[in-house]
């Protein structure tokens, strides 16, 4: 590709924005607090001293708007606000963007644009509660999960009353926390939907970051529903997700099934239709499926009708797995085994054998037998 030149045609002047802001500290916003941040910079520039509602009047928004902007940058060590001693706003001092949270952004840049299935790189563990997707030799986890997970009782949704509801808009994390979901929305917010979000924040006691967290990964994978946040902030409630680290790490095992069950099916890379969505999470969240059935599921399906592989294909064979009470590899294997025996034992009484391959199983290695397999099982099993 040919490289390009910037130039301009006028004399007018520009800001210099630090490269550490764009790598790292822009893309973690909501779009109003980086055009008030930018601002701010213009501001600097020009030595130019305004208010609060100069700002305001800028953007066509409130001052709490402008307040909750600064407020937001204060807290991610990018702002330092000045006072006299009087406790009068006097000031706001740009702060040097710190190297370390650029390399602690970095490192997780690196991680999500480099590492696959044969990256070498060290990997943290995973507590066992979110290890759905850990390789079999982890024994129990996934059986653990799942017992952690139905002990876990969820706190009932309240009905809160509208004064409640105004005074809690007056806490400062939650009224921020409400804006940033109106500006992801593009809306505001319904009665409804501030009731479910207070739910979390009181309720369920998410951390203000981690509710801000769960609001930014919901609208990233295209749920801008409050219905839908719910349904994952319970998910995260009954696995003990307390932490942002603990909901990337969650989130990150859960995206890459996305992935990896189109890569599977081979379908082109794209963004799941709302029905392959609503496939996945039942085969990941109801059924407690880590990766390596799903994909076993994937490549049987795909193994067996090459042509006419589908979800719902896939979702039978998961169907059936779930009622036996499949929960690692090793059972599937004995599944197959036991099958093959039951075959193997009609053919001795009398009945024409459908190959003779069955006679001599030795459990699934033979591909050609566990291809059989599949499609006489699942035409049983969907009868």
């Not at 980086?34 to 600097?44: M, Q, S």
């Not at 002990?151 to 009932?156: A, D, E, L, Q």
């Not at 009622?323 to 085994?337: A, G, H, P, T, Y």
């Not at 036991?338 to 001599?360: C, D, E, I, M, Y």
Request: glycine share 4%.
């Amino acid at each position: 590709m040919e490289t390009i030149t910037i130039t301009t045609e006028n004399h007018e002047t520009y800001s210099a924005v630090s490269n550490f802001f764009i790598d790292y500290y822009m893309a973690e916003a909501n779009g109003e607090f980086v055009k008030v941040y930018l601002y701010l910079v213009r501001l600097l520039s020009s030595g130019r001293a305004v208010t609060i509602t100069d700002i305001a009047d800028h953007f066509n928004l409130t001052e709490k708007d402008i307040c909750r902007a600064i407020r937001y940058w204060v807290k991610q060590n990018v702002l330092r606000l000045e006072y006299t001693s009087d406790k009068i706003l006097t000031g706001i001092t740009m702060l040097p963007l710190d190297a370390k949270t650029a390399k602690k952004h970095n490192a997780a840049l690196f991680s999500m644009l480099e590492a696959d299935e044969n990256t070498d790189i060290e990997k943290k563990p995973v507590n066992s509660v979110f290890a759905k997707n850990t390789e079999e030799e982890t024994g129990g986890s996934q059986n653990e999960a799942a017992a952690i997970r139905e002990s876990v009782t969820v706190p009932k949704r309240t009905a809160y009353k509208a004064a409640f509801i105004e005074a809690k808009k007056e806490d400062e994390d939650f009224g921020n926390l409400l804006y940033q979901t109106e500006i992801y929305f593009g809306k505001p917010l319904t009665q409804t939907d501030t009731n479910i979000l207070l739910y979390i924040y009181d309720k369920l006691s998410f951390h203000p970051d981690l509710l801000e967290y769960l609001v930014e990964y919901c609208v990233s994978i295209g749920k801008k529903s409050c219905r839908y946040i719910e349904a994952v902030a319970l998910e995260w409630y009954k696995n003990g997700i307390k932490t942002v680290e603990d909901a990337k790490a969650a989130s990150k095992n859960y995206n890459s099934i996305y992935v990896a069950v189109l890569k599977q099916l081979g379908i082109p890379r794209r963004v799941p239709t709302p029905t392959e969505t609503a496939f996945i999470d039942t085969w990941y969240n109801t059924y407690s499926f880590n990766k390596n059935i799903i994909i076993e599921a994937c490549k049987r399906a795909i193994t067996t009708n090459p042509h006419s592989a589908n979800f719902n294909y896939v979702n039978g064979i998961l169907e059936s797995w779930h009622k036996q009470n499949v929960r690692k590899l090793s059972d599937i294997e004995e599944l197959d085994k036991k099958w093959a025996a039951s075959r193997k034992k009609k053919n001795v009484t009398g009945r024409t054998p459908l190959t003779n391959q069955f006679n001599n199983y030795q459990g699934s290695d033979d591909q050609n037998i566990v291809n059989e397999f599949e499609n006489i099982f699942l035409q049983e099993t969907n009868q």
